[in-house]
């Protein structure tokens, strides 16, 4: 998932997109117990900032909560959000058309991520 959360942050239609929205964003992996939470990146900074703790200075605007599992099959393109939230496979809070419009932002790296799971992890390539 870090590569991922850079492969967002380095993309460049999606990353400047990201940093614009300025939505603090909070994901929970229940299966794998870990957390990051993710914002906007500062001055110098990349268009993203992470960090894989509960302990962070900004308050997320979203937060979402899935298995690893759905995690990769969503940023493959595989997941169907709206059925998914509808299911509880992804657990969401916060403003829904907020929500939406992230989901939106991401759309345009799941070719990279894909790349990616076909070169470095073919196990998880669905």
Not at 58 to 85: C, H
Request: with cysteine; charged share 30%.
């Amino acid at each position: 998932m870090d590569r991922t959360f850079a492969l967002m942050s380095d993309d460049p239609d999606c990353g400047p997109k990201l940093r614009a929205a300025d939505t603090p964003q909070r994901f929970e992996f229940p299966d794998l117990g870990m957390v990051v939470n993710v914002r906007s990146g500062e001055a110098a900074e990349p268009n993203l900032a992470w960090e894989w703790s509960d302990e962070v200075a900004w308050e997320p605007k979203l937060r979402m909560s899935m298995s690893s599992d759905t995690a990769n099959r969503y940023f493959q393109g595989k997941e169907n959000v709206a059925l998914a939230i509808a299911r509880r496979r992804i657990k969401a809070s916060g403003d829904v058309k907020l929500r939406l419009g992230m989901f939106s932002l991401h759309r345009p790296v799941f070719a990279a991520y894909r790349q990616m799971i076909v070169a470095d992890y073919p196990h998880l390539e669905l």
